[in-house]
Structure formats: structure tokens, C-alpha cells
């Protein structure tokens, strides 16, 4: 168990839908990183979050947005969901701003129908 | 620039085999290397890092041979067993903004290791 924590485990939603993504990182950890699995796409990195603020993007779509809550949790929104945004998201943490090491939570899996 | 290549993209290897998985990279600004483990509905989970100052570390059964002229990168897995199965990932990361201040990952090596 890393210690960071996802929810839900599971979402299922239809096209055109939103939905709210939540990860809760270790204690301590000021950094947060979501990214996206899917089978054709490995893992790419979306966005990362440090102590609230934003400090770099990756290949996150316009449709997708993210922010880092005060008590250091975060919330990845997706919307205008597409079929091609199946995958599973995960988010990780660290300690610092540029760390390396990054714990992985158990992710989030995403279906959209 | 920033694309990590992995090879292979899947591995069977009898228990007590040795599983070796490659990686590439082009970006001369990565400065550390990570290999994780991902079991079936788990995330990522480090597993063993080097830095491209050392050619080799070892921890327990497993092994990454760093060659900084080539720009590649393995992992060794020694005496396979069952319990290894799982997929792994390599990366490579660098501070600095060449290097994008991420983790950028392979795509990926699915290993089953018979009994």
C-alpha cells in the first residue's frame, strides 16, 4: 500500500458526461501527479500539482482540468467525455516539488460508453 | 526528444530463468532512471533507480545495466519466479526543463513466468 489513495475505484458514464476524479496523497507528500493508462498509450503524464499550484502540463486535453485542494488533495474534472477516454488514471506523490519519487495510488477506472 | 522506447513488449520465461527487458532513450538531460512494477489492477510501484553515474546496481534478484554511451538502460530479473509476473515500466526523468521535470515512461513489458 503506498499510502495514496483514489476514488472511485471504478466509473462507468456515457459520452458528453463529466466526472470528478479524486486523489488523496500521502501524508506530507506536497506534490501531486495525475496521468492517464491506456492500452495503446502506456502512461502518459497529465498534470502536476505542488502544494496548490500548478507546475507543469503534460498532454492533458483542453477538456480535462485539475486543481490541488488546500488539505493537498486533488481533483482531476473530465469532461465532454469521449469513447477514447477509457483508461485508467492514476494519480502519484512526492515529498518535493521535483521529486523523483513518486508513489502511485491503485487509480481509477474509467469507462465511458 | 522526450520518448522512452521499451522492448519487449511482452516476455515468457520459465521459473528460475533470468527475464531481461531494454530501454532507450534519446534525451541527454535525463538524469535518473526508474524501473516500476505494475500486478493487475495496482498502480505503478517503484521498484529500482539509478543515476547515469553508475554503470550497474543491484538489489536482490534484480539488476539495471546502465550504458550512458549508448543511451539505453536494462533490467535484469534474475531467478524468475512466479510471483514476478507483472508488467514493468522503465522511465527516465530530469529536473531540469529540458528534460520536462516529469517522469516519462516506456510503454511497457508484460512478463509471465511459468512455474
Known amino acids: 500500500d503506498s499510502g495514496v489513495t483514489q476514488t472511485p475505484k471504478h466509473l462507468i458514464t456515457a459520452t458528453g458526461q463529466r466526472v470528478t476524479l479524486r486523489c488523496s496523497p500521502r501524508?506530507?507528500?506536497?506534490?501531486v501527479y495525475w496521468y492517464q493508462q491506456s492500452l495503446d498509450q502506456g502512461l502518459q503524464f497529465l498534470i502536476h500539482?505542488?502544494?496548490?499550484?500548478?507546475?507543469a502540463k503534460g498532454n492533458i486535453l483542453e477538456r480535462f482540468s485539475a486543481q490541488q485542494f488546500p488539505d493537498l488533495h486533488s481533483e482531476l474534472n473530465l469532461s465532454s467525455l469521449e469513447l477514447g477516454d477509457s483508461a485508467l488514471y492514476f494519480c502519484?506523490?512526492?515529498?518535493?516539488?521535483?521529486?523523483?519519487?513518486?508513489?502511485f495510488g491503485p487509480g481509477t477506472r474509467l469507462l465511458v460508453l | 526528444q522526450q520518448q522512452v522506447k521499451q522492448s519487449p513488449q511482452s516476455l515468457i520465461v520459465q521459473k528460475g530463468g533470468i527475464s531481461i527487458i531494454n530501454c532507450a532513450y534519446e534525451?541527454?538531460?535525463?538524469?535518473?532512471f526508474p524501473w516500476y512494477q505494475q500486478f493487475p489492477g495496482k498502480g505503478p510501484a517503484l521498484l529500482i533507480a539509478?543515476?547515469?553515474?553508475?554503470s550497474e546496481k543491484k538489489e536482490g534478484r534484480f539488476t539495471i545495466s546502465f550504458n550512458k554511451s549508448a543511451k539505453q538502460f536494462s533490467l535484469h530479473i534474475m531467478d524468475s519466479q512466479p510471483g514476478d509476473s507483472a508488467t514493468y515500466f522503465c522511465?527516465?526523468?530530469?529536473?531540469?526543463?529540458?528534460?520536462?521535470?516529469?517522469?516519462?515512461f516506456g510503454g511497457g513489458t508484460r512478463v509471465l513466468v511459468k512455474p
Open positions: 500539482y505542488y502544494n496548490g499550484e500548478e507546475r
Open positions: 502519484a506523490s512526492s515529498v518535493e516539488g521535483t521529486s523523483k519519487t513518486q508513489y
Open positions: 501524508s506530507g507528500d506536497l506534490s
Open positions: 522511465a527516465a526523468f530530469g529536473a531540469i526543463k529540458a528534460a520536462g521535470n516529469k517522469l516519462t
Open positions: 534525451n541527454t538531460a535525463f538524469d535518473y
Open positions: 539509478i543515476r547515469p553515474d553508475v
